[in-house]
């Protein structure tokens, strides 16, 4: 199957084994960027733990559930935000005020919204989530 954007199809692997109760899943190909968005969203108790396998085709990574996703997914295109448009683009895609994430690529690396704010930072807009 030919993968078009991994990253949304990793945020929908997430969703739907999440949806179904699962404890866990398994989402590849594995990269730096989804890499730092995982690290995100686990740091933020969306997701517990996840380890990268290394399975010889470029690798997956092993994330373990926790139950607090309500939805997440890509955003595309990747929209430019700068930092007086972030809420715009909250209400876009997140159901009220300080709840849910948005996460950024910025020069500064992946960060969720609140952080970019913090540090006064605009960037891409990756994906969401709540």
Request: positive net charge.
């Amino acid at each position: 199957m030919a993968r078009l954007n991994p990253i949304s199809d990793a945020m929908t692997a997430i969703k739907n084994a999440s949806d179904t109760g699962k404890a866990d899943c398994i989402v590849e190909p594995a990269s730096k960027l989804l890499g730092s968005m995982l690290r995100i969203m686990q740091e933020l108790g969306y997701i517990g733990s996840f380890e990268f396998v290394d399975d010889r085709r470029g690798g997956q990574f092993r994330i373990v559930l926790n139950g607090r996703i309500n939805k997440c997914g890509a955003i595309n295109p990747r929209f430019p935000v700068a930092l007086a448009e972030m809420e715009y683009w909250e209400t876009q895609y997140l159901p009220a005020k300080n709840f849910g994430i948005l996460l950024l690529t910025t020069s500064q690396g992946v960060i969720s919204h609140n952080e970019a704010r913090k540090r006064g930072v605009g960037g891409e807009l990756l994906g969401y989530v709540y």
